[in-house]
Nanobody, 124 residues
Framework: QVQLVESGGGLVQAGGSLRLSCAVS????????MGWFRQAPGKERQFVAA????????FYADSVKGRFTISRDNAKNTVYLQMNTLNTDDTAVYSC?????????????????WGQGTQVTVSS
């Protein structure tokens, strides 16, 4: 059974950086398109970034473009989200998700497997 475990969340001041990791076990990471999503209290789950199986293609929400970078190391079965120039609007629970189909999608309903999430809090 595939498992996704996020780490790297925490409390950071506005303007700071965090790097999230998503470790995948139970199945080879290269089998999945991977995405990061976030959900703030009282708000819907929001697409953040996605990456193709090989890592050659990446996609970002407009709100994070230029600040966040998604990457993957298939040999280490790990996906990363580097987050720079954080602001208070980035405060949310961040979850990684996997999609078996080779086509990258931005809808959370298109992803079959999910991690438990990690809290990111940005203070002003």
């Amino acid at each position: 059974q595939v498992q996704l475990v996020e780490s790297g969340g925490g409390l950071v001041q506005a303007g700071g950086s965090l790097r999230l990791s998503c470790a995948v076990s139970g199945r080879t990471l290269s089998s999945y398109v991977m995405g990061w999503f976030r959900q703030a209290p009282g708000k819907e789950r929001q697409f953040v970034a996605a990456i193709s199986r090989s890592g050659s293609s990446t996609f970002y929400a407009d709100s994070v473009k230029g600040r966040f970078t998604i990457s993957r190391d298939n040999a280490k079965n790990t996906v990363y989200l580097q987050m720079n120039t954080l602001n208070t609007d980035d405060t949310a629970v961040y979850s990684c998700a996997g999609r078996v189909s080779p086509f990258v999608r931005t809808g959370y309903y298109d992803y079959e497997v999910w991690g438990q999430g990690t809290q990111v809090t940005v203070s002003s």
